[in-house]
Nanobody, 123 residues
Framework: VQLQASGGGLVQAGGSLRLSCVASGRTFSRYYMAWFRQAPGKEREFVAGISWRLHSTSYADSVKGRFTISRHNAKNTVYLQLNSLKPEDTAVYFC?????????????????WGQGTLVTVSS
């Protein structure tokens, strides 16, 4: 499985962005998909995840109410809508796939990673 993330950019605080992650492979629809982010000098952290069947979602407390994850299995795509952005949201954002569908927040559960897309929020 290959993941291709896009949609990052420079935005002012309070603005919005929509990230996309397109996956290759026929079994994408059965994978748990997630977005992580990594700011300079910090560890990669879980942002949001979505299950394959019921589209159940999970969010980090820091983004709850501002970010929305969704997926379109027929298009092999997962999205992350980022609203009310803050300077502390500045990071490289990665999409990731967990074939086992565990829905955990630790990076070790994810077998496949996209290349990352940079989100910069200015104050």
């Amino acid at each position: 499985v290959q993941l291709q993330a896009s949609g990052g950019g420079l935005v002012q605080a309070g603005g919005s962005l929509r990230l996309s992650c397109v996956a290759s492979g026929r079994t994408f629809s059965r994978y748990y998909m997630a977005w992580f982010r990594q700011a300079p000098g910090k560890e990669r952290e879980f942002v949001a995840g979505i299950s394959w069947r019921l589209h159940s979602t999970s969010y980090a407390d820091s983004v709850k109410g501002r970010f929305t994850i969704s997926r379109h299995n027929a298009k092999n795509t997962v999205y992350l809508q980022l609203n009310s952005l803050k300077p502390e949201d500045t990071a490289v954002y990665f999409c990731a796939a967990d074939p086992g569908g565990a829905g955990e927040r630790d990076v070790g559960w994810y077998d496949y990673w996209g290349q990352g897309t940079l989100v910069t929020v200015s104050s």
